[in-house]
């Protein structure tokens, strides 16, 4: 039986009126995104339309699921808020702590034993409040919950951005930032603006080497890292009802690369062949009894244009495979082009290391199309060229393929099977000479290929493509070579060709697994203690902000002014910083050291204007917090690129940023800073960026004033006497400056728990 049958029955049973009533007030057919969006309304039936990308909203998610890494920050958010219990299913999952070195028995033990106080934090949490905890080398979060929480129809949220995953079994799944988290465990409404819709029209069928993640790298081609920003994709079309389930899911988990709040697919039979294997029989056959109403409607299909606010279509069988990068995801190169592109802009051809995995694609279908093609490296008489690792996305997969032979296939080639984490996707990868910084190709099938993302090293190359595509390359060792068309020599000087890849969708005798690493919670947590020793090094219980004193921000300095692309990862780097995620102020030394000075194109150098003197940036900031000098942030287009994690909010608030102005952010960063109390801005006229000088002073001259919709105006005075005045836009509704006015919305939390 699943997890949770009973809630999702009963948001099944909500389903039909409350969707059948959003039609008749909003007097159109209904798109599968507004049918879920609908039906979780936080005052339940619906009772009035909501207009796309305008309206604010109260949702209801189902449930909430949270990683190591974030856990830490929104459970400790959590205790703040005074709740004896969650409000709704919650789990948490230990994925992102497990660095990648040497194979997977031998890391997982090395990351209980150095990561040991926080695995046991967590655990007594979860203990304690009624959490699902999944044990360290249980899984990648996004995998995990495909595979044992993810519903048609259902929503969802989680502290992590590829959340988006779930999208692969008809959800409407967000990743959000721990803040909001805590607000649905408390039993809270979350608040969300009403997206905008893009719809992509999958006709014809994928073969051969193309495979769903082509179909992602692809749309981020053309749509680029912001272009689905404020907007729920939904795929439709014959070639979506045949794609695998998981092969739903990767194209969903990609999708928070371009920026969308998240990706969705109607139910359909590989869903429900999916749900079955999972041993979710129980979910499916509640499914097919409201089938209609967990896929959009037929004349929403039959006519996109009127329905979706943008329409992309993509047809699966002219697709070809794709390979996306270096150093951002939507730099999209069809395999064909790849060996001219990378000549002309002098990219290495040796490919060091090949990596498959992660919670993007590690699916049985996509091991088991990977193994196919490593068979034949013994079969033709290969050597592979390039060293090649594997991460398995969940113990259940991990059992499974091992069961199968595919780790034994991949052991002949001289394959690492990683352990059952994050690892090298999120900078968890101790890269043997990545500290010579030296120039070099990489090629993987993960989500994202942010400069020094991987290993660490500026200078990495990272190109991302299918399991199979990664797999074949790899083989070659060479960034040009071209599947399709392009012959290999064997050891014996022969010319031969890789056949197509094979695989099964689901495993012929189903999953396995002796222990998939699940703890349920105890039924009665009260008597459990949850211990934060105040030396702690890892850990450290929270303080509230202070709340704003009704007064404008005056006398601040400009503590940097980021040139360039400037992701959550430039803001609060991951990999070995990922081991103070639950102590604010030890993270907080991590604050935009990896964002780019304008003035001198440095990282982690700014001018101290209390000195004069250039220091890193956290240290700069930490001495105007110890002044008492307030300070803000600029930023270019689309800040906060990236992960959820709200530590890129929480470290400028708790060092005494006082706002951030931008020309404009990604979603859930922005959301994350009103969270924490923050001014989160936007340029009215995008080129006053260039008018903020380095020694700026800046005064806010109608904070004390401030309102939805009115926009506020800072004066920012230069060293020469001149004094340049420039208008700041905001998205703050009025629920949103009262985060800001009491501090922080935690702190509205937890006086509406003590009130």
Same mark, same amino acid.
């Given at each position: 039986?699943?997890?949770?049958?009973?809630?999702?029955?009963?948001?099944?049973?909500?389903?039909? *009126?409350?969707?059948? @009533?959003?039609?008749?007030?909003?007097?159109?057919?209904?798109?599968?995104?507004?049918?879920?969006?609908?039906? $979780?309304?936080?005052?339940?039936?619906?009772? $009035?339309?909501?207009?796309?990308?305008?309206?604010?909203?109260?949702?209801?998610?189902?449930?909430?699921?949270?990683?190591?890494?974030?856990?830490?920050?929104?459970?400790?958010?959590?205790?703040?808020?005074? /709740?004896?219990?969650?409000?709704?299913?919650?789990?948490?999952?230990?994925?992102? !702590?497990?660095?990648?070195?040497?194979?997977?028995?031998?890391?997982?033990?090395?990351?209980?034993?150095?990561?040991?106080?926080?695995?046991?934090?967590?655990?007594?949490?979860?203990?304690?409040?009624?959490? &699902?905890?999944? /044990?360290?080398?249980?899984?990648?979060? $996004?995998?995990?919950?495909?595979?044992?929480?993810?519903?048609?129809?259902?929503?969802?949220?989680?502290?992590?951005? $590829?959340?988006?995953?779930?999208?692969?079994?008809?959800?409407?799944?967000?990743?959000?930032?721990?803040? %909001?988290?805590?607000?649905?465990?408390?039993?809270?409404?979350?608040?969300?603006?009403?997206?905008?819709?893009?719809?992509? @029209?999958?006709?014809?069928? !994928?073969?051969?080497?193309?495979?769903?993640?082509?179909?992602?790298?692809?749309?981020?081609?053309?749509?680029?890292?912001?272009?689905?920003?404020?907007?729920?994709?939904?795929?439709?079309?014959?070639?979506?009802?045949?794609?695998?389930?998981?092969?739903?899911?990767?194209?969903?988990?990609?999708?928070?690369?371009?920026?969308?709040?998240?990706?969705?697919?109607?139910?359909?039979?590989?869903?429900?062949?999916?749900?079955?294997?999972?041993?979710?029989?129980?979910?499916?056959?509640?499914?097919?009894?409201?089938?209609?109403?967990?896929?959009? =409607?037929?004349?929403?299909?039959?006519?996109?244009?009127?329905?979706?606010?943008?329409?992309?279509?993509?047809?699966?069988?002219?697709?070809?495979?794709?390979?996306?990068?270096?150093?951002?995801? %939507?730099?999209?190169?069809?395999?064909?082009?790849?060996?001219?592109?990378?000549?002309?802009?002098?990219?290495?051809?040796?490919?060091?290391?090949?990596?498959?995995?992660?919670?993007?694609?590690?699916?049985?279908?996509?091991?088991?199309?990977?193994?196919?093609?490593?068979?034949?490296?013994?079969?033709?008489?290969?050597?592979? @060229?390039?060293?090649?690792?594997?991460?398995?996305?969940?113990?259940?997969?991990?059992?499974?393929?091992?069961?199968?032979?595919?780790?034994?296939?991949?052991?002949?080639?001289?394959?690492?099977?990683?352990?059952?984490?994050?690892?090298?996707?999120?900078?968890?990868? %101790?890269?043997?000479?990545?500290?010579?910084?030296?120039?070099?190709?990489?090629?993987?099938?993960?989500?994202?290929?942010?400069?020094?993302?991987?290993?660490?090293?500026?200078? *990495?190359?990272?190109?991302?493509?299918?399991?199979? !595509?990664?797999?074949?390359?790899?083989?070659?060792?060479?960034?040009?070579?071209?599947?399709?068309?392009? /012959?290999?020599?064997?050891?014996?000087?022969?010319?031969?060709?890789?056949?197509?890849?094979?695989?099964?969708?689901?495993?012929?005798?189903?999953?396995?697994?002796?222990?998939?690493?699940?703890?349920?919670?105890?039924?009665?947590?009260?008597?459990?203690?949850?211990?934060?020793?105040?030396?702690?090094?890892?850990?450290?219980?929270?303080?509230?902000?202070?709340?704003?004193?009704?007064?404008?921000?005056?006398?601040?300095?400009?503590?940097? /002014?980021?040139?360039?692309?400037?992701?959550?990862?430039?803001?609060?780097?991951?990999?070995?910083?990922?081991?103070?995620?639950?102590?604010? =102020?030890?993270?907080?030394?991590?604050?935009?050291?990896?964002?780019?000075?304008?003035?001198?194109?440095?990282?982690?150098?700014?001018?101290?204007? !209390?000195?004069?003197?250039?220091?890193?940036?956290?240290?700069?900031?930490?001495?105007? @917090?110890?002044?008492?000098?307030?300070?803000?942030?600029?930023?270019?287009?689309?800040? &906060?690129?990236?992960?959820?994690?709200?530590?890129?909010?929480?470290?400028?608030?708790?060092?005494?940023?006082?706002?951030?102005?931008?020309?404009?952010?990604?979603?859930?960063?922005?959301?994350?800073?009103?969270?924490?109390?923050?001014?989160?801005?936007?340029?009215?006229?995008?080129?006053?960026?260039?008018?903020?000088?380095?020694?700026?002073?800046?005064?806010?001259?109608?904070?004390?004033?401030?309102?939805?919709?009115?926009?506020?105006?800072?004066?920012?005075?230069?060293?020469?006497?001149?004094?340049?005045?420039?208008?700041?836009?905001?998205?703050?509704?009025?629920?949103?400056?009262?985060?800001?006015?009491?501090?922080?919305?935690?702190?509205?939390?937890?006086?509406?728990?003590?009130?």
């Amino acid at each position: 039986m699943a997890f949770d049958i009973e809630m999702i029955k009963k948001v099944y049973a909500n389903m039909t *009126t409350r969707v059948d @009533k959003a039609r008749e007030i909003v007097g159109r057919p209904l798109t599968l995104t507004e049918k879920i969006l609908y039906n $979780h309304l936080w005052e339940g039936n619906p009772s $009035h339309a909501f207009t796309r990308g305008k309206d604010y909203v109260d949702f209801a998610p189902d449930r909430v699921a949270c990683q190591d890494a974030t856990a830490q920050m929104a459970l400790l958010q959590f205790m703040h808020a005074g /709740k004896a219990k969650v409000a709704v299913p919650t789990t948490v999952h230990c994925d992102h !702590l497990i660095q990648a070195k040497v194979d997977a028995k031998t890391d997982l033990a090395r990351a209980k034993s150095q990561s040991n106080e926080v695995f046991d934090f967590l655990s007594s949490v979860s203990d304690k409040y009624g959490i &699902g905890f999944w /044990k360290p080398g249980a899984g990648i979060i $996004h995998q995990v919950v495909l595979e044992n929480y993810a519903f048609p129809g259902g929503m969802m949220i989680g502290t992590d951005s $590829h959340t988006v995953n779930a999208g692969g079994l008809g959800m409407v799944a967000i990743g959000v930032g721990g803040a %909001d988290a805590v607000d649905v465990m408390s039993g809270m409404a979350w608040e969300l603006k009403f997206p905008k819709l893009i719809g992509v @029209k999958l006709t014809g069928k !994928l073969s051969g080497w193309t495979a769903p993640k082509d179909v992602i790298l692809k749309v981020a081609g053309i749509l680029t890292v912001k272009g689905g920003t404020g907007a729920i994709v939904e795929y439709f079309g014959e070639g979506a009802t045949a794609m695998s389930c998981t092969g739903k899911g990767t194209i969903c988990n990609m999708g928070a690369e371009i920026g969308a709040t998240t990706s969705t697919f109607g139910y359909d039979a590989s869903m429900d062949r999916y749900l079955r294997s999972t041993g979710r029989a129980d979910v499916a056959d509640a499914a097919n009894e409201i089938a209609p109403y967990l896929t959009g =409607d037929a004349e929403v299909y039959a006519n996109p244009e009127q329905y979706f606010d943008q329409v992309i279509e993509i047809n699966l069988s002219e697709l070809e495979p794709y390979l996306n990068g270096p150093f951002t995801p %939507d730099l999209a190169t069809p395999i064909s082009k790849m060996k001219e592109e990378a000549i002309k802009n002098n990219w290495p051809l040796k490919i060091e290391v090949g990596l498959i995995g992660s919670c993007t694609n590690s699916s049985y279908e996509d091991i088991a199309r990977a193994a196919s093609l490593a068979k034949q490296v013994a079969d033709k008489n290969l050597k592979t @060229k390039s060293q090649f690792t594997i991460t398995p996305g969940s113990e259940l997969v991990r059992y499974t393929i091992e069961r199968d032979g595919f780790i034994d296939t991949f052991d002949k080639i001289g394959a690492t099977v990683f352990a059952n984490a994050c690892g090298p996707c999120i900078g968890m990868w %101790d890269r043997e000479g990545a500290e010579k910084e030296e120039r070099n190709t990489i090629v993987h099938s993960f989500n994202r290929n942010f400069s020094k993302r991987a290993d660490g090293n500026p200078n *990495t190359l990272a190109f991302v493509g299918s399991p199979e !595509l990664v797999t074949a390359l790899a083989i070659a060792g060479d960034l040009s070579f071209n599947p399709l068309t392009d /012959k290999l020599i064997n050891e014996n000087g022969e010319e031969v060709m890789l056949d197509e890849p094979t695989g099964d969708e689901l495993p012929p005798r189903g999953f396995d697994a002796e222990d998939p690493g699940f703890q349920a919670p105890a039924e009665d947590g009260s008597g459990v203690q949850v211990a934060v020793s105040p030396t702690s090094e890892r850990l450290q219980l929270l303080a509230p902000f202070e709340p704003w004193n009704k007064k404008n921000i005056t006398g601040a300095k400009l503590l940097i /002014k980021a040139f360039g692309k400037c992701t959550t990862d430039h803001i609060s780097m991951a990999g070995p910083w990922l081991r103070f995620r639950g102590h604010l =102020d030890n993270i907080s030394n991590n604050m935009l050291i990896g964002a780019i000075n304008a003035f001198n194109q440095k990282a982690n150098s700014v001018k101290n204007q !209390l000195t004069g003197e250039y220091d890193a940036v956290p240290a700069v900031q930490r001495a105007y @917090k110890a002044a008492g000098v307030p300070s803000i942030v600029v930023g270019d287009h689309n800040y &906060g690129e990236g992960s959820s994690r709200e530590h890129a909010a929480m470290e400028p608030r708790f060092l005494g940023v006082k706002a951030v102005l931008v020309k404009s952010f990604a979603r859930i960063h922005e959301t994350n800073l009103k969270k924490q109390g923050m001014l989160a801005l936007t340029f009215a006229n995008e080129s006053d960026y260039d008018k903020i000088q380095e020694n700026d002073t800046i005064n806010f001259t109608n904070l004390v004033d401030f309102a939805p919709g009115v926009p506020l105006t800072l004066e920012f005075a230069h060293e020469d006497g001149s004094v340049d005045v420039i208008i700041a836009n905001h998205t703050y509704n009025e629920g949103q400056i009262g985060w800001f006015v009491a501090g922080s919305a935690l702190n509205l939390i937890a006086a509406a728990g003590n009130a």
